[in-house]
């Protein structure tokens, strides 16, 4: 799986979360939370569909590998490969 597709798959997790989202202009290098209205919960959220749909784990001290879209990329892709 390419960064490219985990990407994808951050976005469509997001779109579900929170639906009203425009994702479509997201910036990859800038923090999801300063372009989106998502908060800690819808953060939680977002987590926790990885582990549901996917079997993907994010230890806690992580999160913050998660802030942007393109550090998602980074962060998630050898974890979805692992899994494939």
Known sequence: MTKEEVQKIVLEIIE???PDEDV???KPEVRLRDQLD???MD???IVMELRKKYGIE???EDYPKLAS???CGEYLTPKFNEKT
């Open 16 to 18: 579900e979360i929170a």
């Open 24 to 26: 479509s202009s997201i």
């Open 38 to 40: 998502l908060d800690s």
């Open 43 to 45: 953060f939680l959220d």
């Open 58 to 60: 994010v230890p806690e």
């Open 69 to 71: 879209l393109e550090s």
